[in-house]
């Protein structure tokens, strides 16, 4: 399987020790992108700085930092007091825990600055169709969650016809799809789509899209399953990040899940 075009993702609180192994793994494997998430407990902007000290060649991203706990400019600061690589940074914010019209609004009020201050591309995690024409119109992309590769394909168009109003427009689009391989990681990627279910606003999103959260994850107990899985997203977005789901969050986890990316047995 080609794994130039996908991502890899992990969470911000992932242990040092596990980051500095699969940094190198994941270059070697060919992958495109490694995606920290930035969760309360987990720094996704110091992960990204360990990596990029690691590696000279793999592209890394936050999927996404919350403009109401990190404002733009303590983001920027946070980028600068971290030298991180704005060549190979792909800075994802979001509106966190501000629903509705005043998340929208806050993002609209800080992307701008995010904008003027960083000169890498900055993405914004979406959910409804406000905040998606906010990202294709005012930033350089979206960053999507819990999308079956058919409504996947329906928030491409969305964002295209979205950025067509703007001239010259050419956002980006990276979707996260939650990965698990084997029996082990199972439960946790039920637990992960419940909880995920659960959210007021991932519940109204998946409800509008006609969807249960499980349904937008691919689950398999071999290779050939998680490729096949991903492969039904190819032509989606510019980049579709495996959002890996483990049992443990440990080395040997994450080594069969690359490696079964890997299996050239199953391919094609």
Do not use: C
């Not at 067509?164 to 990627?189: C, D, F, K």
């Not at 492969?231 to 994450?254: K, L, P, W």
């Amino acid at each position: 399987m080609d794994l130039g075009q996908l991502g890899f993702g992990v969470t911000g609180h992932l242990d040092e020790e596990v980051v500095r192994w699969l940094v190198p793994a994941l270059e070697e494997a060919g992958f495109r992108t490694l995606w920290f998430n930035d969760i309360p407990g987990g720094d996704s902007l110091a992960r990204v700085k360990l990596a990029a000290g690691i590696t000279g060649r793999l592209r890394l991203g936050t999927g996404v930092i919350p403009l109401d706990r990190r404002p733009a400019s303590e983001i920027l600061a946070h980028v600068d007091a971290l030298e991180l690589p704005p060549d190979r940074l792909v800075l994802g914010v979001g509106s966190g825990g501000t629903k509705g019209r005043a998340g929208v609004a806050l993002v609209e009020r800080e992307l701008p600055a995010l904008k003027a201050g960083y000169a890498g591309p900055v993405i914004v995690g979406a959910l409804g169709p406000r905040m998606r024409r906010v990202g294709a119109q005012e930033g350089d992309g979206l960053l999507l969650n819990w999308l079956t590769p058919e409504t996947a394909r329906e928030a491409q168009e969305d964002m295209r016809r979205d950025a067509s109003a703007v001239p010259g427009a050419n956002p980006m689009l990276v979707t996260y799809v939650r990965v698990a391989l084997g029996e082990a990681a199972r439960p946790v990627l039920e637990a992960e789509a419940a909880r995920y279910g659960e959210i007021p606003g991932y519940k109204a999103n998946l409800a509008r899209l006609g969807i249960w959260a499980i349904d937008a994850a691919v689950y398999g107990t071999t290779p050939r399953a998680v490729q096949d899985g991903i492969a039904a997203y190819a032509g989606t977005a510019d980049e579709v990040v495996i959002r890996a789901i483990t049992a443990h969050e440990s080395i040997g986890d994450y080594r069969r899940l690359i490696e079964a990316f890997l299996d050239e047995h199953v391919a094609g």
